[in-house]
């Protein structure tokens, strides 16, 4: 199994960026596809997640200005960030789990990709 994160980069205050992950190995649809993000010295955290049928859940703190999404057909997930701000500077990772629900926990996550850094400057 491999995801492979893309999108990262370094944006100003109030810009947008897309991550997408490409997803191999694992039967797509079997499994809900999460997004999350760290930086130094914290724990990994929430930012969204999706199953198969475009069902979503995303954190407070970027809900409506982030949109998570997936493209059954081409094994991919994606992240639209709208809106951005300083504070969701982060290495970001896509992750993918299989019967854990929406609320399931970063542990949960099984298949985990190598993460793509996104800075916001103010």
């Known amino acids: 199994v491999q995801l492979q994160a893309s999108g990262g980069g370094s944006v100003q205050a109030g810009g947008s960026l897309r991550l997408s992950c490409a997803a191999s190995g694992l039967p797509f649809n079997d499994y809900i596809m999460g997004w999350f993000r760290q930086t130094p010295g914290k724990e990994r955290e929430f930012v969204a997640a999706?199953?198969?049928?475009?069902?979503?859940r995303h954190a407070d703190s970027v809900k409506g200005r982030f949109t998570i999404s997936r493209d059954s057909a081409k094994n991919w997930v994606y992240l639209q960030m709208n809106s951005l701000k300083p504070e969701d500077t982060a290495v970001y990772y896509c992750?993918?789990?299989?019967?854990?629900?929406?609320?399931?926990?970063?542990?949960?996550?099984?298949?985990w990709g190598q993460g793509t850094l996104v800075t916001v400057s103010s």
């Open positions: 999706i199953i198969w049928s475009g069902l979503a």
């Open positions: 992750a993918a789990q299989r019967g854990g629900g929406l609320w399931a926990p970063a542990n949960e996550y099984v298949y």
